[in-house]
């Protein structure tokens, strides 16, 4: 990784260690003296300056500490300092930029600021509502045991084929025509995720608890509420996400699971099992698109070269600057990711290749996230170079969506309309995915006190409304805790009905894009231009998309989703 400022430092020492409090105590003196001191809106916007200075080196000191833990997960000294920030460094800081924060709204010449900053003074004075400095004890206890999930997810391998396998390499032999191989696989997977289930469990407990008292605390009457407020989600309720679940249900539900039946025809087996979701249902092999992450890289950058000169651009920065780490290992933690490093303002680009579509489908979607960033990189304020998730998801999956007439940089024609085929059956899947997640925390934090039992029968009752047509008998026990594997529920609770509301911004964008690419580039990229200096529906109106997850939208869109699906298929 090779980064530089992307602007000198105007305030902070170039020497100082930003995970040392005792030098930092210094810089938070003289941004508060010079707060109070300040006399008219001019020195203000001088000081937010600098604050944001301060800011985006404190983030990226914590995301580069993030990103070597997550990069090797059984390294102590990794481990050691990532646990320092969350230990030391952030509970020490919270209180402090608070108190900044609440100097900031009450200050006269805040109201006073031109009309750029008002999302800007949206968002101070919802921080100012809700922070709690008991809460901040808390807070690092949640991101410790956050940790500890990461830790026991890592950790997770089995004996296969003669060798030690991680389970996201695992993950390729669901897409083997051998049907007895599959199921071989995939009972070993979920015998090794329950041997932890019990962990997990305890770690999610021991979450409840604490994110109950910070809902409490804070005067919201649970932690949903207050999960709102801390997100800033100005623009929908919790009532428009139980809507965006019923038409779900109605709309994509029915369409999934005759995507399921179809899938069960083609294979020719009866029930279907869920070792039978990921096989390609006409017996093809799986789709094999390249054999070193350097492949990837590579034609990635073909990709985004044909598809706009700008994103081609963008993209070389990545690999100029060594910003990116792909290759599944031992230790290493799950997932993929793409991190801001906030005073570079540049991406970094975290995965688990290991070979399979996926893989493409992963580097297309963190590339959307690394061009979001690339684009705004250029906003004065570091509030702003970063924007709401409903908008960032709609940069990722859209670029997916956008990317794939291109995909024979990696396959044949053929494997190039497959690839596309799936990719679009995906989406259909997700949503149903997407409610069921989101309306299983809904439950969970609106029924504060339940026992596991009870949240085992209500995840199942999600399982059956929204799940498919395969037959889990005799795995009864795995499908009461498929929600172990997702990530969200433990680390970040509430995020992921965003994946849903920018799906549809995304599929929006890939309707625009049919009629007109070069026009749909340009809103694209004219959103995210804009960071988060907008609200929410004033980004999706930028990039040329309504903001609009209800029946209205969602409709006709499956509508076209499902005529592509039978244009790809003849």
Known sequence: MQTSHFQ?????????????????????????????????????????????EVCAA??????????????????????????????????????????????????????????????????VEAQVKIYREENVARETEVAKLSQQYQKISGAMTVQFDGQEQTLARMGRIQEEPDRSRREAAWKVVAERRLQDAGKLEEIFDQLLVLRNEIARAADFPDFRAYTFANYERFDYTPEDCLKFHDAVEHHIVPLARALQRDRQKRLGVDPLRPWDLAVDPDHNPPLHPFARSSELVEKSQEIFSKLDPRLGDYYAILRKQDLV????????????????????????????????????????????????????????????RGAPIEFCEVASMGMELLAAPHLDAFYSEKDAKRARRDHLEGIIKF?????????????????????????????????DRFGGIEDWSGFEEARARVWHRQLHIFEIPFYYVEYGIAQLGALQL????????????????????????????????????AFDFTDKTIAP???NVKDALVELAG
């Open 557 to 559: 869109l499956m509508r």
């Open 325 to 384: 780490d792909l290759d599944n290992r031992k230790g290493k933690a799950p997932g993929g990711y793409q991190s801001t490093l906030s005073e570079a303002r540049v991406p970094f680009i975290f995965m688990n290749a290991v070979g399979v579509h996926r893989d493409v489908e992963t580097m297309l979607h963190e590339a959307g996230h690394a061009f979001h960033a690339l684009a705004a990189r250029e906003l004065p304020l570091h509030a702003y």
């Open 510 to 545: 890939w309707q625009a894009a049919r009629r007109d690419l070069p026009a749909a580039l340009n809103h694209y990229l004219r959103g995210l231009g804009l960071g988060g200096s907008r609200p929410l529906p004033e980004l999706f109106q930028a990039a040329g998309l």
């Open 8 to 52: 000198p430092r105007q305030f902070l020492p170039e020497t100082i260690d930003l995970t040392d409090t005792a030098q930092l105590a210094p810089v938070f003196h003289r941004l508060e003296a010079r707060l109070v001191a300040a006399a008219s809106v001019a020195d203000l916007e001088a000081w937010l300056r600098d604050h944001s």
């Open 431 to 463: 949503f149903p995915w997407m409610a069921t997640v989101d309306a299983f925390q809904h439950w969970i934090y609106t029924h504060p006190g339940h026992t596991r039992d009870e949240r085992t029968k209500f995840w199942l009752s999600l399982m």
């Open 58 to 123: 404190l983030s990226e000191t914590s995301a580069l500490a993030y990103i070597a833990m997550t990069c090797q997960t059984d390294d102590e000294a990794k481990e050691k300092a990532y646990l320092h920030i969350v230990e030391v460094v952030d509970p020490w800081l919270k209180p402090r930029q608070f108190a900044l924060m609440q100097k900031l709204a009450q200050s006269p010449l805040f109201k006073e600021l031109p009309p750029f900053y008002a999302v800007y003074r949206r968002s």
